[in-house]
């Protein structure tokens, strides 16, 4: 759940975020610099501020997730925008339409395809995200339980775990595999990563 | 009869102002009349697509005039439309969406849209491919569908970047019959960029050869063969001999100056 909530929010606030940047210039220009400085900083390293900023619970598991996501869908999707075929650009103003027409119905189309694939890419780095934020501070979930196994020298337990991990970071793939395929039918998976 | 587009005097440097700069053409002008079919020969990089761009409202010029039916050309208009070299659909629309883009960036509605659709399709040879996806179709059909979107604006005049160039050679001449049928039906002006001395030959009511870069006017030729034009007639084979001999002047300067700048 944690990592479905903080997904989804990165996602759509990267993206709006990113076609911001574009589309206004003024807010490209204040906003890029800052950005570009904060994107290498590691999740992990936003935990302690995660924590005394939102307590202990849900809140900073899903924040960690979004941060985990945000800058890189920012950066990703610019530089999606940037690779819009010409032509496509130009079909579109030949028919007359306007800076609001061209985005919404040429660019964002155009980018969504190779923002999923950031987006799959992405989801592993924060499922590990998540489950550091459970074995530290957020007070349950997997992350907890394998702080605990170790804590008691419950080996069986610990590997239990893992597995369950595993799967269900598998399970997440497929999951946004089958979204993907749904919501961007004109995709094949030769153009998004695979099966 | 006023001219529908008219190039005076067009001069346009890339880069402007820099070290880089180079003129892509110098002192451009010739006119179209309305319902003209106007083809543009010449030797590759000097400038032929660049002048489309221009009469389109993509790029600007740097000095000279580029009126359409009179009124200065400030940037794109539902009225000039074009067709690129690549069909350059959209991958996310059906080939009846495709068509209808720009009527549904218009507002009109979609019962309108499907009528349009449905009778240019018709008209390009198309007409059970509208639910179809762009990847679905050859190259020659995406084409099509690119003339059909291009028409859905009805536009006065139509420009086209080598249409065909991507095409092998029989779906050329197909598509070169097509377009001259629909040509004649719509009585738009046709601006069209080819490298193919044949292909100038049958379709153009003029032709507009230019030199090598900087483009300039070398001469325009009129076609006044009658249509269907056919490439064994004498008249034609004679035609496409001097544009031949008129192209290949430029094409060997174009070479040297290019081995000179190596």
């Known amino acids: ?195 | 009869m006023k001219p529908r587009i008219t190039v005076n005097k067009v001069r346009k440097v890339w880069n402007a102002d820099t070290p880089k700069a180079t003129t892509a053409i110098d002192g451009l002008s010739f006119d179209v009349a309305p319902g003209e079919f106007v083809v543009l020969l010449g030797p590759s990089g000097c400038g032929k697509s660049s002048l489309l761009f221009m009469v389109a409202g993509l790029e600007t010029q740097t000095e000279g005039e580029l009126l359409c039916d009179g009124m200065p050309i400030t940037g794109p208009d539902t009225e000039r439309g074009m067709i690129f070299q690549e069909a350059s659909l959209f991958p996310w629309l059906t080939i009846a969406e495709n068509v209808t883009f720009g009527l549904k960036l218009r507002g009109e509605f979609p019962e309108k849209r499907d009528r349009v659709a449905q009778d240019l399709l018709m008209k390009v040879g198309l007409a059970d491919a509208g639910h179809k996806r762009p990847d679905e179709l050859s190259g020659g059909m995406r084409q099509r569908a690119a003339l059909a979107r291009a028409l859905a604006m009805q536009p006065k005049v139509l420009m086209m970047d080598e249409p065909f160039a991507a095409l092998d050679i029989q779906t050329r001449a197909k598509m070169q019959d097509h377009l001259l049928q629909i040509w004649r039906v719509s009585g738009a002006s046709v601006l069209m960029v080819t490298h193919s001395i044949e292909e100038a030959v049958a379709l153009a009511d003029r032709i507009v050869v230019w030199t090598s870069r900087p483009g300039r006017v070398k001469e325009i030729v009129s076609v006044d063969l009658p249509r269907p034009r056919k490439p064994r007639d004498p008249a034609f084979i004679e035609l496409q001999r001097r544009l031949g001999d008129l192209l290949a002047d430029e094409v060997d300067r174009a070479f040297r100056e290019m081995e000179a700048a190596v």
């Open chain 1, 1 to 195: 759940m944690r990592v479905v909530v903080g997904l989804a929010l990165g996602f759509v606030g990267a993206v709006a975020f990113g076609i911001a940047i574009r589309y206004y210039r003024i807010f490209g220009l204040l906003t890029l610099p800052t950005v570009t400085l904060l994107t290498p900083i590691s999740p992990v390293a936003w935990l302690p501020i995660a924590i005394f900023v939102f307590g202990i619970g849900d809140v900073p598991a899903i924040f960690l997730v979004f941060i985990s996501v945000f800058f890189v869908i920012v950066l990703s999707t610019l530089s999606q925008i940037d690779n819009v075929p010409a032509s496509y650009i130009h079909v579109a103003r030949i028919m007359g339409a306007t800076k609001h027409q061209l985005f919404r119905h040429v660019i964002l189309p155009t980018v969504l395809p190779g923002l999923f694939v950031t987006l799959r890419l992405n989801l592993f780095a924060a499922w590990m995200v998540v489950l550091i934020a459970e074995a530290v501070g957020v007070g349950s979930g997997l992350g907890q339980i394998v702080m605990m196994a170790r804590n008691t020298f419950n080996s069986s337990l610990v590997f239990f775990t893992m597995t369950l991990i595993g799967l269900l970071g598998y399970a997440f793939d497929r999951a946004l595999l089958t979204v993907q395929n749904k919501v961007l039918w004109w995709v094949g998976p030769a153009a998004t990563g695979g099966r």
